[in-house]
């Protein structure tokens, strides 16, 4: 089992960044695929990004890629998601994810964190 919490949100202009960080607690964290998702008001939640087991294998949402980097530090159980040009559509609650899958699917991930907002103004 693990538990997450997530921090780094906030409101921002678009153009801007900011970097989300996933604190992971036990011992199991390498074991478990990561990933990010986010959930807009009156929207269902979506894959924004997943990395393996190693800080490798990474795979984003073709809106985000080029703009958004997925990584993690097992060695300190975190998980990141660094957010560059950031666009008033990205504003939603993001929320960090483990699973035993390689998956980009939201069913697929059993541990959630509580989320994030973030807001990009335009």
């Known amino acids: 089992q693990v538990e997450l919490v997530e921090s780094g949100g906030g409101l921002e202009q678009a153009g801007g960044s900011l970097r989300l960080s996933c604190a992971a607690s036990g011992r199991t964290f390498s074991r478990y695929f990561m990933g990010w998702f986010r959930q807009a008001p009156g929207k269902e939640r979506e894959f924004v990004a997943r990395i393996g087991l190693r800080d490798d294998n990474t795979d984003y949402r073709d809106s985000v890629k080029g703009r958004f980097t997925i990584s993690r530090d097992n060695a300190r159980n975190m998980l990141y998601l660094q957010m560059n040009s950031l666009k008033p559509e990205d504003t939603a609650v993001y929320y960090c994810?483990?699973?035993?899958?390689?998956?980009?699917?939201?069913?697929?991930?059993?541990?959630w964190g509580q989320g994030t907002q973030v807001t990009v103004s335009s």
């Open positions: 994810a483990a699973s035993i899958f390689l998956s980009t699917a939201p069913s697929h991930y059993d541990y």
